[in-house]
């Protein structure tokens, strides 16, 4: 605790003054709009449906603009910038402004904001000085000062008001709290280029372990989101994170940010309805990843447009039509001509062979017949049971799960559709009909769902965005309303087309398989494939994309080794890399231990430079074969036991798959056993830890980006239990 005379001496007492003013603000406007909420739900539902409408649209719209103010409560203003001019700038994670208009804090992603994470001394950019705000609560705890213009500081008599502990520094050395913290406070130059880079085109982030990249990524998101929202806002920024654990640990950080309009999922989440529950093989990874797998597909698919083996005759009411090879096949070809995905298409032959199964009955007839008794006989043709069994067999409905479970489990079918695979890769696919989805299945199930399309009872596609009129209307709308400009016509038209269901724009994409999104965000890109990546695509036709990954951490067998041979036949020129070379997170020892296996491996590994030393922040412990997991147990629980005394803390145990079990049942004993985290090396891809015990590295090492990512998850301390079995490097 510091004495009133030291928070006098660091302007400490100012500066909680004026975060005293923006929390003040900040429940201001929370609740005028809980205000206007309460208001709108007390008229109720009476009235017109577009009265209706309009009123859940509101109450939608403050909804969601309550649970933004509630979000970024921690930590509102984090930053002062004295400028040349005499102004003084504070910036935190919204923007706000007084009742009559007057900035009071500048949102983080303005333009105005810029200078705090770039200037520098050699260019400061009309900076004087830049603070740093460290809050616990609405109290501010401490300030730290960047001078970039000494003169202009002496000559305004600041210099005896400075104060620092260092920003970066002290975040980085905070404790691991389970959950990913934002860097809004702490952006650093390389990182801030890549955050406010262009929309267009695709940026590719390489950087080594702890260089900041998903943190990078977040933050770009919510930058792009604030200034291209019109653009971004009816179609949303997709965010693509390895695994359900993962989006769990980063699921805070864009509301922090002020953004609730991203939406984050794995792959498999990317197809509603299908549920993964086997990880894949590497060698039939690689395989499933190929984007021949694309020609497999539409091989298969075209498949089930099938021709019979000879003309059918068919007895309808003591008459006889004939399904003609023939016109099967001219049905077919003229269905095909619509351009519609399988099942949709299915209708257009279907009607076409009714109607000249129809004309053979109508030509039996002695008669001309009119319009209605044309009608009663396509009826007769269509509620033919023999007809309909005839045309499914020719051209049968059927499911995306269906098609692939078929396609990889009869090998006639398999042979069929991929004669541009070798029997040995052929033999590789093929599986029992009731094996699980894999996580390699995904792009094969989602290339089936482009092609075969919605099942005749499927609902019909959703559209994704209002039209100029609904725009013009709801700007009519919102002049009968005061909104003192928390919504703008687009949102409101959006919400009001969503009638009352209330939607958010994360479950109307979620429910919809085809949803187009206005930019991509991919985390750990280097692990897609390249059926992967044409998945992706079909979610971004503009191809607006920001890739994050490290080539050298890979660990799929269909994943990315070098950038430019997965990017250039994706975007061709549209595609730019950007390199982050500083490593935050990990402490320089643990680094060059990792920098010194990669390198035996032959990894691709980035340049890095770690930021920081911490004492004694590598330890290796040998043990028998047969102790190495009660060994790093004991290691962990210590560990943990010690953080336990200090109330914050994370302790993670990285372990070949074959030893889970073991380290598991030795955990059993110990009252830590929740405090200590069990997982396999790419189980631990994107997440941080305190102390990271990595167990038996030569067997992880079998796939050498997997020990790479184990080694590179620690922030305080790497413990090494081996049984004496070291890779090189080691």
Not at 187 to 201: K, S, Y
Not at 205 to 234: C, D, I, N, W
Not at 507 to 534: C, F, I, K, N
Not at 670 to 696: I, N, P, W, Y
């Amino acid at each position: 605790m510091q004495d009133d005379s030291t928070r006098t001496d660091f302007g400490l007492d100012a500066e909680q003054d004026v975060i005293d003013g923006l929390y003040g603000r900040l429940d201001d406007v929370r609740t005028e709009t809980e205000l206007r909420l309460a208001q709108i739900r007390k008229e109720g539902p009476s009235g017109s449906p577009q009265n209706r409408s309009e009123r859940d649209a509101f109450a939608t719209l403050y909804e969601d603009r309550i649970m933004q103010l509630d979000a970024v409560e921690d930590r509102l203003c984090f930053g002062r910038l004295d400028l040349a001019d005499g102004d003084r700038l504070y910036v935190g994670r919204i923007g706000l402004s007084d009742e009559q208009h007057a900035p009071l804090l500048t949102d983080w992603r303005a333009p105005a904001a810029r200078a705090f994470y770039s200037a520098t001394a050699a260019s400061p950019s009309g900076v004087v000085n830049r603070r740093h705000l460290t809050t616990r609560g609405r109290t501010v705890v401490a300030v730290e000062d960047d001078v970039l213009d000494v003169a202009a500081l002496r000559e305004a008599g600041l210099e005896d008001t400075l104060a620092g502990e260092g920003a970066l520094l002290a975040a980085l050395d905070a404790r691991r709290t389970g959950r990913m913290g934002d860097i809004v406070a702490t952006i650093q130059a390389e990182q801030d280029a890549v955050i406010r880079a262009g929309l267009d085109g695709a940026l590719v982030v390489q950087g080594g372990p702890g260089s900041g990249k998903t943190a990078v990524a977040l933050h770009r998101a919510a930058f792009l989101l604030y200034h291209h929202r019109e653009q971004l806002e009816r179609r949303g920024v997709l965010m693509i994170g390895p695994s359900a654990q993962f989006l769990r640990y980063i699921d805070h950080v864009l509301p922090s940010l002020g953004e609730t309009g991203a939406v984050s999922t794995t792959m498999a989440g990317l197809v509603p309805g299908v549920r993964v529950t086997a990880i894949e093989e590497d060698d039939i990874a690689s395989v499933k990843g190929r984007t021949i797998m694309g020609r497999v597909i539409k091989n298969a698919v075209r498949e089930r447009q099938r021709q019979p083996r000879a003309d059918q005759e068919v007895s309808i009411d003591g008459r006889t039509v004939v399904i003609r090879r023939a016109d099967i096949r001219d049905a077919q070809a003229k269905a095909r001509r619509e351009g519609k995905p399988h099942n949709e298409a299915r209708a257009s032959f279907a009607k076409e062979m009714i109607s000249r199964l129809t004309t053979q009955l109508m030509e039996q007839l002695d008669h001309q017949l009119d319009g209605e008794e044309r009608m009663e006989l396509e009826r007769d043709v269509r509620d033919s049971k023999t007809i309909r069994i005839a045309l499914n067999l020719c051209w049968l409905p059927i499911t995306p799960q269906q098609f692939v479970r078929d396609l990889l489990s009869k090998p006639h079918l398999l042979e069929h559709a991929a004669r541009g695979l070798s029997a040995a890769d052929r033999g590789l696919l093929l599986r029992p009909a009731n094996a699980p989805f894999t996580d390699a299945d995904i792009p094969l199930l989602d290339e089936a769902a482009e092609l075969l399309g919605d099942m005749p009872s499927s609902a019909p596609r959703a559209s994704q965005g209002p039209s100029d009129e609904e725009v013009a209307y709801a700007e009519e709308v919102l002049s009968t309303f005061d909104t003192d400009g928390m919504v703008t016509a687009q949102d409101l038209a959006q919400r009001m087309r969503g009638g009352s269901s209330r939607m958010s724009l994360a479950e109307r994409a979620a429910s919809d398989r085809t949803w187009t999104y206005g930019h991509v965000v991919v985390d750990e890109a280097q692990e897609l494939s390249p059926m992967a990546w044409r998945m992706l695509l079909r979610r971004c036709p503009t191809r607006s994309f920001t890739i994050v990954g490290d080539v050298a951490q890979v660990t799929s067998a269909a994943g990315s080794r070098w950038w430019p041979e997965t990017m250039d036949p994706l975007f061709g020129p549209s595609w730019q890399l950007r390199e982050l070379t500083v490593s935050y997170r990990i402490p320089a020892a643990v680094a060059e231990v990792a920098q010194a296996f990669a390198t035996a491996a032959q990894l691709p590994v980035s340049e890095l430079s770690a930021a920081r030393d911490v004492d004694d922040a590598v330890a290796q412990t040998r043990a028998d074969a047969g102790a190495l997991s009660s060994t790093a147990v004991a290691i962990a629980v210590g560990h943990a036991e010690r953080m336990a005394d200090a109330e914050a803390g994370l302790v993670a145990i990285i372990a070949p798959s074959e030893l889970l079990g073991d380290v598991r049942r030795a955990l059993t004993d110990s009252d830590l056993a929740d405090d200590v985290t069990v997982c396999t090396a790419r189980e631990s891809k994107g997440l941080e830890f305190d102390v990271a015990v990595v167990v038996d590295p030569a067997t992880i090492a079998v796939r050498p980006g997997d020990l790479y990512v184990a080694l590179t998850r620690p922030t305080q301390r790497l413990e090494i239990v081996h049984d004496g079995n070291l890779p090189a490097g080691l």
